[in-house]
């Protein structure tokens, strides 16, 4: 037993209604008898509420609702589910990663849940780093980087800023804009009320490392002295394992799988 959750355009104002119908799902296919006779819905959410363990995929017209205009979901618990069902169909295979991506940078800069954001700048992250063809991974990267920046000077101080500045520097996949992390690391680009901590600088001077950039070493060395900690000398043994050095790699290899 589950409900499936209806949502149709309003008839005498602006917005949607929402209404939940029940249903028995026993077989590979089944009737909703409490649907029938009713106007088409914009969108269909099965498992409405969540009290079903199952996992849910999207029907062609409410993904094409959910693309334009997922926020008017009002519900968050119902935005959550949803968002979780487009990942989903990712995995499965049943909607394209780009695709995906794009629906997530329309919508997601007017949602102000944390933890929501948090679960979905991760899978944005996943999209690109396992899911996106490698001749285009560049590019989704370059574009979900330059939304991020877009999105950085407007967002409040906090946890939202914190979340899309480590969105920034880990989707900074070209020299380009990894250099422009670096200038942002360096004050010479400022986001009001934004402080690059140590974590991001970190990430900063690896990728500084990983792709050869000029000043990568002074860099690497800079944020040792900055953070001697024992976090400090992890990150700087990850950075000269960064080196993109075919020797440099097979120390690391022997030094952390070898003998003794």
């Known amino acids: 037993y589950l409900e499936i959750g209806l949502w149709h355009e309003a008839e005498r104002s602006d917005g949607l209604t929402m209404e939940t119908l029940p249903a028995e799902i026993d077989s590979a296919e089944a009737e909703v008898n409490a649907a029938s006779g009713r106007r088409a819905p914009l969108f269909v959410l099965p498992n409405h509420g969540d009290h079903a363990y199952t996992k849910i995929a999207l029907d062609n017209v409410s993904l094409a609702f959910a693309r334009e205009r997922l926020p008017e979901i009002a519900d968050p618990l119902s935005r959550q589910i949803s968002w979780r069902a487009l990942w989903d169909m990712v995995r499965d295979q049943q909607l394209s990663s780009l695709d995906y991506l794009e629906i997530v940078s ?4 007017v ?3 944390v933890a929501l954001v948090e679960t979905l700048l991760a899978t944005a992250q996943g999209a690109i780093a396992r899911y996106v063809p490698n001749r285009q991974k560049s590019a989704a990267a370059h574009a ?7 999105l950085l000077p407007g967002l409040p101080v906090g946890d939202l800023q914190i979340l899309w500045a480590r ?10 804009d990894i250099k422009h992390t670096g200038r942002l690391a360096d004050g ?13 600088r970190w990430e900063i001077a690896a990728r500084y490392t990983a792709y050869g950039l000029e000043g990568a070493e002074d860099r690497a060395a800079a944020e040792s002295v900055r953070d001697p900690s024992d976090r400090g000398q992890r990150a700087l043994l990850r950075i000269e394992t960064s080196t993109p050095d075919l020797t440099v790699k097979a120390a690391a290899w022997e030094r952390l799988l070898g003998e003794g």
Do not use: C, Y
């Not at 969105?167 to 380009?176: H, V």
């Open 106 to 109: 329309r919508h997601l800069s």
């Open 111 to 113: 949602e102000h849940d």
């Open 144 to 150: 979900f980087f330059k939304r991020a920046w877009k």
């Open 167 to 176: 969105t920034l520097i880990q989707n900074a996949l070209t020299p380009e």
């Open 188 to 200: 010479e680009l400022e986001v009001s009320g934004l402080a690059i901590d140590q974590e991001m």
